[in-house]
């Protein structure tokens, strides 16, 4: 079973409904006992970096259990963000350290350029290195809301970015652990795709 983490900074909703429309049953939960238990494990997740993870305070340990054990673990936007060392929106608080890296606000060039922070709305993937996730998916647009990107310590992990005034990592993959800055399950047939694939890895 797939469970999608409750911890109250989440679209929990439409993660859920983009799974129902690949024909898979998701369920969303708070509880310790069912995440322990689930074949893989998915964190949504929207809003500021230190309230979502005074919120996964109580998630961490079986968060990190389940990615040790090598079981199938997705994060979605902010679910990505926190994967990471620490955040310039929270100083002196700590992610969930599973990736080495900051997270970044955009630069004040972004706006210089004429864009508009946050990030919100399509944009098209570079990819960069091969992941499952994304396997058979190409240079395609995908639907992104953040002001703050990662900026991991190994490049190697990013799989695929997207140009918004300055390169934005929006895949990052290592062995059982995937991520995403954008939403797929509001990205179209593409972002469904990203969902069906993460889903064929689960045993």
């Given at each position: ?17 983009g ?99 946050p ?44 140009d ?35 889903v064929?890895?689960?045993p």
């Amino acid at each position: 079973m797939i469970t999608i983490i409750d911890y109250g900074s989440g679209n929990l909703k439409s993660i859920k409904n983009g799974f129902s429309k690949i024909g898979v049953e998701t369920v969303v939960s708070h509880d310790l006992y069912e995440m322990k238990n689930a074949d893989a494990l998915v964190l949504p997740g929207v809003g500021a970096f230190g309230n979502a993870m005074e919120k996964l305070k109580d998630y961490e340990e079986v968060i990190k259990t389940h990615i040790n054990c090598g079981k199938p673990f997705l994060g979605v936007c902010l679910g990505l963000q926190v994967l990471f060392t620490e955040s310039e929106e929270s100083p002196g608080l700590k992610g969930l350290e599973i990736f080495e890296g900051e997270v970044l606000h955009f630069p004040e060039s972004v706006t210089a350029q004429g864009m508009k922070i946050p990030h919100m709305g399509w944009n098209k993937l570079k990819i960069q290195n091969e992941c499952p996730i994304i396997e058979g998916v190409g240079p395609e647009y995908m639907y992104f809301v953040h002001s703050y990107y990662v900026k991991p310590t190994d490049e190697s992990i990013i799989a695929a970015t997207v140009d918004y005034g300055v390169d934005v990592p929006a895949v990052v993959c290592r062995e059982n652990v995937f991520a995403t800055q954008f939403h797929p399950e509001k990205s179209g047939e593409i972002g469904l795709k990203i969902l069906k694939n993460f889903v064929d890895m689960v045993p």
